[in-house]
């Protein structure tokens, strides 16, 4: 009996949440990890430490495996031509992950698919930025097209007084400008694709951030009205078959009530997704699972919402280092809630785990985001709340 081996470039908790379907399914996953003691090399039996830059590297981990995919959407992109070019299974391609390493690249795609964009321009200079801004409004979105996450490669110039602060920014190299978009909220949408080309979506979430960081995801968005999300969901799998998804892809979006389609696109993330780890215990098939289903060309599993409103609260690193010393009172305080936790050192407002919890039947989206607030919480301060607070 022969199953397939599949290898993941990056060793975070994107890795380490593969593992646990992975030896559900009967699979094995091996890991380049970054480092000896980053979070997935505790959580597979095969972690090898290479450069995902280093080409030589890269190439000898792939030889080892039938499918490569990715926890992160870093590995440059003519490295991973010259593993295509080797005949490695790579899912999703180079081209398709193109749109996800590269904002301009991804801005283009949309436009040209028709789909709703916020006014967006590639820009050099000051002179362009102003240009852009004359013709739009301030303020504007300065962006790095490529590297940048929860929040990092993004300046907002709230008038031409500001252009100061893009100066830095300014070397020659094309950078991405947009509108500044009067949102109401941030939506996520996922699709899993396989590559025969069947794909399947989760129901649209709302990702609350703070500090450009996802700090919650109620699922499913609640009060999105039935047209808007039908729209968003159409939008995720046009995405996935135009530009040749293989896997998870992420559409974040922002919300525009009465504006244009009620909706506009603000990134892709070809990989699983902070606003969809949720589906980890509150949807048929999780989103890790779903991914390691994908790019071996599997069936997909179902995906609806197995409750009627799932709550992620992400846990950032606070007061409390001592997080398992902090398990009984947080596991106590909200039986019914699952931890999972990344087996990272704790740092100030570093991702080290999140909470899910689901609604009892009947129990309102707000009482699920309390339970799920208040073990957050504990874990974070390693403190319980007052007595009367509980359930």
């Avoid at 996953?29 to 090399?41: C, F, K, N, Q, T």
């Avoid at 609260?313 to 699952?338: E, W």
């Amino acid at each position: 009996m022969t199953f397939p081996v599949i290898g993941v470039i990056g060793g975070g908790q994107l890795a380490r949440m593969m593992a646990g379907p992975a030896v559900e399914l009967g699979l094995e996953l091996r890991v380049l990890a970054e480092g000896p003691d980053v979070s997935a090399v505790a959580a597979v039996a095969h972690a090898e430490v290479g450069d995902y830059r280093d080409l030589d590297a890269v190439r000898a981990f792939a030889a080892g495996v039938d499918v490569l995919t990715f926890d992160h959407e870093h590995v440059p992109g003519e490295l991973l031509a010259e593993l295509a070019l080797d005949g490695v299974a790579i899912h999703p391609s180079p081209p398709a992950l193109r749109h996800a390493q590269d904002k301009l690249v991804m801005r283009r795609a949309v436009e040209e698919l028709g789909l709703p964009n916020p006014a967006w321009r590639a820009v050099r200079t000051a002179t362009d930025i102003e240009a852009f801004a004359d013709a739009t409004g301030w303020p504007v979105v300065l962006k790095t097209p490529r590297g940048g996450y929860d929040g990092k490669g993004v300046l907002v110039l709230r008038d031409a007084a500001g252009l100061a602060a893009a100066e830095p920014w300014l070397t020659g190299g094309e950078l991405l400008v947009e509108q500044f978009v009067p949102f109401s909220r941030e939506l996520s949408v996922l699709v899993a694709r396989r590559p025969s080309g069947d794909a399947v979506t989760w129901p649209v979430v709302e990702s609350i951030q703070v500090d450009s960081v996802c700090d919650e995801v109620l699922a499913p968005a609640p009060h999105l009205p039935d047209d808007v999300a039908d729209a968003v969901t159409s939008a995720a799998l046009r995405l996935a078959e135009r530009l040749g998804v293989t896997g998870v892809m992420a559409v974040e979006l922002f919300e525009t009530p009465g504006v244009g389609a009620g909706y506009l696109i603000n990134e892709l993330a070809m990989r699983p997704h902070n606003s969809g780890h949720w589906t980890m215990d509150g949807a048929a098939t999780g989103q890790f699972e779903q991914h390691l289903r994908a790019v071996l060309d599997l069936p997909l599993g179902a995906t609806h919402a197995v409750a009627q409103h799932a709550v992620m609260k992400n846990v950032l690193g606070g007061a409390n280092t001592d997080i398992y010393g902090a398990y009984p009172t947080a596991l106590s305080s909200g039986p019914s809630a699952k931890v999972h936790f990344y087996g990272k050192d704790v740092r100030p407002g570093r991702k080290i785990g999140h909470v899910n919890a689901l609604a009892a039947p009947g129990e309102p989206l707000a009482a699920v985001r309390e339970r799920a607030s208040r073990v957050a919480a504990i874990l974070r301060d390693g403190t319980d709340l007052p007595s009367s607070d509980k359930d």
